[in-house]
């Protein structure tokens, strides 16, 4: 498919800004593939879709707040820092994105804080915005990274237009997150509360957990209009014995198996193995799903309303069909859904 098959028009400001005051009463738009039916539900109804024995999905990857800002040395010019990945635990050396980026060059040092005690120096440039940091701080790995974390904020996505709050560290977060290393929330998960969870425990709905620490590549904007040359960042993802034998025996079982977010269909299919099951892994992905695409593991999904031109979008669309999801993206614009990270949600069934 082409890049230009995925753009569509809806006005800014369905953007969700701020989340739901409850988590699990966002509006849900429940999609089915088999009929082409449509409805419009509230969240927590999610419940009424699957039963006892079927099987939900979820990212337990934990946001950390990535973003700093610093005062470059003699200049005192403000710069923003976005924290990628830690790269060496020893030598305190991060991977990470500077803005503006021009002004920043090998040997510059940075200071955090108030009291400036926060002291990087940039030694590598990796890409046009990419640099390594290595942080000049005197003390023990963990010390270091309760101080750096402090002086960090939420990550929130770029088409959220307002500076993070201290109550985004708990909105941007799913209630199970736990397994530190993204700076993009599975926003699918952020829906569940810990009621909803305990309402699907009892009626004997499964939860399984994968980890897939996801990153900026999520809102890279695509440069080619033949999807089939666009590479994916890759992600490191973790897929465990425990939820291979869940998803497996429920698979074996006719169970639903439902993904929660397009990171947990990205990770499902990426340790796909014969017959519609799955197997461990450990590693990194940068597989890219766009239609047509026969997905055998998972048949149902939750996902959030998404931008035009994204790759959550195209994988959505891949797997409920396009054309009928883009008919539910009109019927989204047409009802007011709420669009990003801290949106509305869709259910895709059979």
């Known amino acids: 498919m082409k890049l230009s098959q995925f753009k569509f028009k809806f006005p800014e400001e369905l953007i969700a800004t701020e989340p739901t005051p409850v988590r699990d009463e966002a509006r849900m738009m429940v999609v089915h593939k088999s009929t082409g039916e449509i409805e419009h539900r509230i969240f927590k109804e999610i419940i009424n879709y699957f039963d006892d024995g079927d099987v939900m999905v979820f990212n337990d990857t934990k946001v950390f707040p990535a973003k700093l800002i610093g005062n470059k040395e003699k200049t005192g010019a403000k710069i923003e820092v976005f924290l990628l990945r830690e790269l060496n635990e020893k030598h305190k050396l991060w991977d990470v994105l500077v803005e ?134 890759s992600e490191d993802m973790v897929v465990t014995q425990e939820l291979v034998d869940i998803v497996n025996a429920a698979k074996d079982e006719n169970r639903n198996v439902c993904a929660v977010g397009t990171s947990v269909l990205r990770g499902i299919e990426s340790a796909v193995s014969m017959g519609g099951h799955m197997k461990t892994y450990a590693g990194w992905t940068n597989k890219f799903i766009f239609p047509p695409y026969d997905f055998t593991v998972a048949n149902a999904m939750v996902s959030n309303f998404h931008l035009p031109y994204s790759t959550m979008l195209m994988m959505v669309c891949a797997f409920g069909g396009y054309d009928l999801v883009m008919y539910a993206y009109d019927e989204a614009i047409k009802e007011k859904y709420r669009f990003g990270a801290y949106g509305d949600a869709m259910l895709i069934v059979d």
């Open 100 to 233: 503006p980026a021009r002004k920043i060059r090998i040997g510059n040092k940075l200071y955090f804080g108030d009291d400036e005690s926060m002291v990087a120096e940039v030694i590598d440039n990796t890409t046009s915005r990419g640099r390594t940091l290595r942080f000049l701080y005197d003390g023990p790995h963990e010390e270091f990274k309760e101080a750096l974390y402090k002086l960090g904020m939420t990550p929130l996505p770029p088409y959220i237009k307002r500076e993070s709050l201290p109550s985004d560290a708990e909105d941007y977060q799913c209630i199970f997150a736990a397994k530190e290393g993204a700076v993009v929330a599975p926003a699918a998960g952020l829906h569940f509360s810990r009621e909803l969870l305990k309402r699907l425990e009892i009626k004997g709905v499964k939860d399984a957990y994968l980890t897939l620490h996801s990153g900026l590549g999520n809102y890279r904007d695509i440069d080619v209009e033949d999807l089939t040359k666009h590479r994916m960042d």
